[in-house]
Nanobody
Framework: QVQLVESGGGLVQAGDSLRLSCTAS????????MAWFRQVPGRERMFVAT????????YYADSVKGRFTISRDNAKMTVYLQMNSLKPEDTAVYYC????????????????WGQGIQVTVSS
Protein backbone atom coordinates (compact mmCIF):
# COMPACT_ATOMS: atom_id res chain seq x y z
CA GLN A 1 0.00 0.00 0.00
CA VAL A 2 1.18 3.52 -0.75
CA GLN A 3 0.14 6.93 0.53
CA LEU A 4 0.37 9.93 -1.79
CA VAL A 5 0.59 13.59 -0.82
CA GLU A 6 0.53 16.41 -3.37
CA SER A 7 2.12 19.82 -2.85
CA GLY A 8 3.04 22.91 -4.83
CA GLY A 9 -0.34 24.15 -5.99
CA GLY A 10 -1.63 27.68 -5.69
CA LEU A 11 -2.84 30.78 -7.49
CA VAL A 12 -0.84 32.07 -10.45
CA GLN A 13 -1.37 34.28 -13.48
CA ALA A 14 -1.69 33.10 -17.05
CA GLY A 15 1.74 32.39 -18.49
CA ASP A 16 3.31 31.53 -15.15
CA SER A 17 4.78 28.20 -14.08
CA LEU A 18 4.18 25.84 -11.18
CA ARG A 19 5.71 22.56 -10.15
CA LEU A 20 3.55 20.02 -8.39
CA SER A 21 5.12 17.29 -6.29
CA CYS A 22 3.63 13.97 -5.25
CA THR A 23 5.50 12.32 -2.39
CA ALA A 24 4.86 8.66 -1.70
CA SER A 25 5.28 6.67 1.47
CA UNK A 26 4.60 3.14 2.60
CA UNK A 27 5.97 1.32 -0.41
CA UNK A 28 8.60 1.43 -3.12
CA UNK A 29 7.66 4.02 -5.74
CA UNK A 30 9.40 2.11 -8.52
CA UNK A 31 6.75 -0.60 -8.21
CA UNK A 32 4.01 1.75 -9.38
CA UNK A 33 2.90 3.32 -12.60
CA MET A 34 2.31 6.99 -11.79
CA ALA A 35 0.10 9.63 -13.33
CA TRP A 36 -1.47 13.03 -12.82
CA PHE A 37 -5.15 13.75 -13.33
CA ARG A 38 -7.23 16.88 -12.88
CA GLN A 39 -10.83 17.64 -12.14
CA VAL A 40 -13.09 20.67 -12.24
CA PRO A 41 -16.43 20.82 -10.41
CA GLY A 42 -19.19 18.90 -12.15
CA ARG A 43 -16.89 17.08 -14.53
CA GLU A 44 -15.09 13.76 -14.50
CA ARG A 45 -11.47 13.37 -13.51
CA MET A 46 -9.31 13.76 -16.60
CA PHE A 47 -5.94 12.31 -17.53
CA VAL A 48 -3.07 14.82 -17.67
CA ALA A 49 0.20 12.90 -17.83
CA THR A 50 1.77 9.55 -17.05
CA UNK A 51 5.25 8.15 -16.70
CA UNK A 52 5.93 4.47 -17.32
CA UNK A 53 7.17 2.38 -14.47
CA UNK A 54 9.97 0.55 -16.28
CA UNK A 55 11.08 2.75 -19.16
CA UNK A 56 10.30 6.21 -17.84
CA UNK A 57 8.51 7.02 -21.08
CA UNK A 58 6.00 9.84 -20.75
CA TYR A 59 2.61 10.53 -22.32
CA TYR A 60 0.42 13.61 -22.15
CA ALA A 61 -3.07 14.79 -22.82
CA ASP A 62 -3.19 16.87 -25.97
CA SER A 63 -4.29 19.89 -23.97
CA VAL A 64 -1.02 20.01 -22.01
CA LYS A 65 1.46 18.56 -24.50
CA GLY A 66 4.47 20.83 -24.92
CA ARG A 67 3.69 22.77 -21.71
CA PHE A 68 3.70 20.15 -18.95
CA THR A 69 6.44 17.68 -18.04
CA ILE A 70 6.06 14.67 -15.75
CA SER A 71 9.10 13.15 -14.08
CA ARG A 72 9.89 10.81 -11.23
CA ASP A 73 12.68 10.39 -8.72
CA ASN A 74 12.29 6.92 -7.26
CA ALA A 75 15.04 7.51 -4.70
CA LYS A 76 13.15 10.53 -3.36
CA MET A 77 9.82 8.72 -3.69
CA THR A 78 8.48 11.69 -5.60
CA VAL A 79 6.74 12.36 -8.89
CA TYR A 80 6.70 15.86 -10.33
CA LEU A 81 4.51 17.78 -12.75
CA GLN A 82 6.22 20.84 -14.16
CA MET A 83 3.57 23.14 -15.60
CA ASN A 84 4.67 25.99 -17.85
CA SER A 85 2.73 28.57 -19.84
CA LEU A 86 -0.29 28.02 -17.65
CA LYS A 87 -3.70 28.96 -18.98
CA PRO A 88 -6.97 29.73 -17.15
CA GLU A 89 -8.37 26.48 -18.51
CA ASP A 90 -5.71 24.61 -16.52
CA THR A 91 -7.54 25.62 -13.35
CA ALA A 92 -8.54 22.43 -11.54
CA VAL A 93 -7.84 20.19 -8.60
CA TYR A 94 -4.83 18.08 -9.54
CA TYR A 95 -4.51 14.52 -8.31
CA CYS A 96 -1.55 12.18 -8.18
CA UNK A 97 -2.38 8.51 -8.68
CA UNK A 98 -0.59 5.17 -8.59
CA UNK A 99 -1.19 1.73 -10.01
CA UNK A 100 0.69 -1.22 -8.59
CA UNK A 101 2.85 -3.17 -11.03
CA UNK A 102 1.31 -1.64 -14.16
CA UNK A 103 1.34 1.59 -16.08
CA UNK A 104 -1.47 4.07 -15.51
CA UNK A 105 -3.28 6.28 -18.00
CA UNK A 106 -6.93 6.00 -17.02
CA UNK A 107 -8.54 7.08 -13.76
CA UNK A 108 -10.57 3.90 -13.17
CA UNK A 109 -7.34 1.84 -13.22
CA UNK A 110 -5.70 3.72 -10.35
CA UNK A 111 -5.18 1.84 -7.10
CA UNK A 112 -4.28 4.85 -4.97
CA TRP A 113 -4.99 8.57 -5.00
CA GLY A 114 -3.62 11.63 -3.30
CA GLN A 115 -5.96 14.10 -1.64
CA GLY A 116 -5.72 16.56 -4.51
CA ILE A 117 -4.34 20.08 -4.70
CA GLN A 118 -5.89 23.22 -6.15
CA VAL A 119 -4.27 25.03 -9.06
CA THR A 120 -5.91 28.31 -10.06
CA VAL A 121 -4.76 30.30 -13.09
CA SER A 122 -6.09 33.84 -13.40
CA SER A 123 -6.35 35.64 -16.73
Amino acid sequence: QVQLVESGGGLVQAGDSLRLSCTASGSTLSSYGMAWFRQVPGRERMFVATIRRSTGSTYYADSVKGRFTISRDNAKMTVYLQMNSLKPEDTAVYYCAARYGRDLSSAPLADYWGQGIQVTVSS
